[in-house]
């Protein structure tokens, strides 16, 4: 038996034309907006703020909201998280990072060692030691060293400042035995480690 060819059928293409916008979405939705009651209005933002953690932080940022400290420490470890995050399929790649929350994790710190926060900043110190130094030994270049550097300088000053020389020497031992790459902040730690 022979085998017959098939003609190959070409679909049909239709050609969308270019729509050119005349109304601008945002002026409906100020429209809209201008509206509603203010009781509505406040409303509506908070649950848009409770559905999106995005939205929330915006209009934290934007209200100038002071956290109390462990709202405070609850944020900043969520934003560990979020910068630390690797995706498994992507190791020994330039992948992706979440830069945003490495700067919303040094400003907590800042902010918790304010508070005099100085054990919960210390023990969040740790986590992101050990979950930054494991995202910078799954990436190709560590392209996130220094932002993680910059989050742990700020403790470690905070620290030394403190002036309690074995709490000191036992922290900077935990955070250089957390740093799977043996690098990140290692001079200022073993400083820490040796003037004590």
Same mark, same amino acid.
């Given at each position: 038996m022979?085998?017959?060819?098939? *003609?190959k059928r070409k679909l049909a293409t239709t050609r969308v034309p270019k729509l050119k916008l005349t109304v601008d979405r945002?002026? %409906?939705?100020?429209?809209?907006?201008?509206? %509603? *009651?203010? !009781?509505? %209005?406040?409303?509506?933002?908070?649950? @848009?703020?409770?559905?999106?953690? /995005?939205?929330r932080r915006? @209009?934290? !940022?934007?209200?100038?909201?002071?956290? *109390?400290?462990? @709202?405070? #420490?609850? /944020? #900043?470890?969520?934003?560990?998280?979020? !910068?630390?995050v690797v995706n498994e399929y992507q190791l020994?790649?330039?992948f992706d990072y979440d830069s945003y929350a490495y700067?919303?994790?040094?400003?907590?710190?800042q902010k918790l060692i304010e508070f005099g926060e100085l054990d919960a900043v210390k023990s969040l110190a740790l986590k992101l030691m050990d979950q930054g130094s494991y995202q910078i030994e799954c990436s190709d270049e560590g392209l996130m060293t220094e932002e993680i550097a910059d989050c742990i300088r700020p403790v470690i000053k905070a620290v030394v400042a403190a002036n309690s020389d074995t709490d000191a020497s036992a922290w900077a031992k935990q955070m250089l035995a957390a740093d799977r790459v043996?690098?990140?902040?290692?001079?200022?730690?073993? !400083?820490?480690?040796?003037?004590?």
């Open positions: 022979s085998k017959k060819k098939v *003609p945002f002026e %409906l939705i100020d429209n809209a907006v201008g509206k %509603l *009651p203010k !009781a509505d %209005l406040v409303q509506l933002v908070v649950r @848009l703020a409770r559905q999106r953690d /995005d939205v915006e @209009l934290e !940022a934007a209200l100038s909201i002071e956290m *109390p400290a462990e @709202l405070l #420490i609850s /944020d #900043i470890k969520s934003a560990i998280d979020r !910068a630390t020994n790649d330039n700067e919303e994790v040094e400003r907590g710190f043996g690098f990140v902040c290692d001079r200022e730690l073993n !400083a820490v480690l040796h003037n004590n």
